[in-house]
């Protein structure tokens, strides 16, 4: 979503639809007012407005956002043509449109769906061009960019932030997260051996008017405790790479947890 908030203009208008507390750090995009809409009032100091709503009745006027962002939210809504619609009605015409899905069809999402006894996915996803011509065709927004998501299995990590859903790992108060990085490195790595998908998560989407060229490589990097992904090009040139480990460390750039490196152009061939 950093491809569309990065470039907005001052004063605009975003929608954070789906998102508890918060889908992104509105104080990292000063030039923008978020406000944040979910069907349940989020815990704790809220850092945007929020608006308690129905994404398929959404009380906004018509053409009003610049930009609506959906962070891993679409698949718990029961009625996601009417949500999409909402999207569309409430972009302006030259608004854009970011959204985060699971495929329901890898490994990751089958675990957390049963650990999390469904996680609340009513919808599920596993044909990225299927959904694509949907949201196309409720939004009238026009897809610009689709990216492979890597799973990070934080949600597994006693210490993520949003580890909420999977509140039974977290009261087992053990450190996973030194072998979650592991795991999510091998998995990876066979991956790109054997030509199978185990790594795999689901996909970023980008719809409507963007005025940054979107980047539509796979990232091989995703954080086991916050979740998020940085470009190989990003770690190395910001020096958070540790060179001289077997495999090379890095500490995340957003909440300093050490992951393991995987360079990007390992895992291009992960579909």
């Known amino acids: 979503m950093q491809e569309i908030l990065s470039e907005l203009p001052p004063n605009s208008l975003v929608l954070d ?24 009032k989020p815990h704790g100091d809220e850092s945007a407005l929020f608006v308690q709503a ?60 049963w650990l999390g006894k469904g996680g609340g996915h009513v919808n599920q996803i596993a044909n990225v061009r299927e959904f694509v011509a949907k949201v196309e065709s409720q939004t009238h927004l026009r897809c610009c960019g689709v990216r492979v998501l890597l799973t990070s299995l934080s949600f597994l990590n006693c210490k993520s932030p949003t580890a909420r859903p999977m509140r039974t790992m977290v009261e087992l108060g053990v450190n996973f997260e030194p072998l979650l990085a592991v795991l999510t490195w091998f998995m990876r790595n066979f991956d790109r051996v054997f030509g199978t998908r185990m790594s795999l998560s689901g996909w970023l989407l980008y719809f409507g008017t963007i005025a ?3 980047d539509e490589q796979t990232w091989g990097n995703m954080c086991v405790r916050c979740g998020s992904a940085h470009s190989s090009t990003y770690l190395l040139r910001s020096g958070v790479v540790v060179k001289w480990t077997v495999p090379r460390r890095y500490h995340c750039p957003s909440c300093g947890a050490t992951n393991l490196f995987t360079p990007d152009n390992a895992v291009q061939g992960i579909r």
Do not use: M
């Not at 998102?19 to 349940?40: H, K, M, Y």
């Not at 009745?57 to 996601?80: G, M, T, Y």
């Not at 959204?99 to 089958?110: H, L, Q």
């Open 54 to 113: 129905d994404a398929a009745k959404l009380p906004f006027r018509n053409a009003v956002f610049d930009a609506v962002i959906c962070n891993h939210s679409l698949e718990h809504f029961p009625e996601l043509e009417h949500s999409l619609s909402e999207i569309g009605r409430s972009l302006k015409p030259t608004g854009a449109f970011f959204a985060s899905v699971p495929d329901s069809s890898s490994i990751t999402d089958k675990f957390y769906r």
């Open 17 to 40: 639809l789906g998102c508890d507390q918060g889908s992104f750090d509105s104080s990292a995009f000063p030039r923008c007012l978020c406000i944040r809409v979910d069907l349940e």
């Open 212 to 214: 940054k060229r979107i």
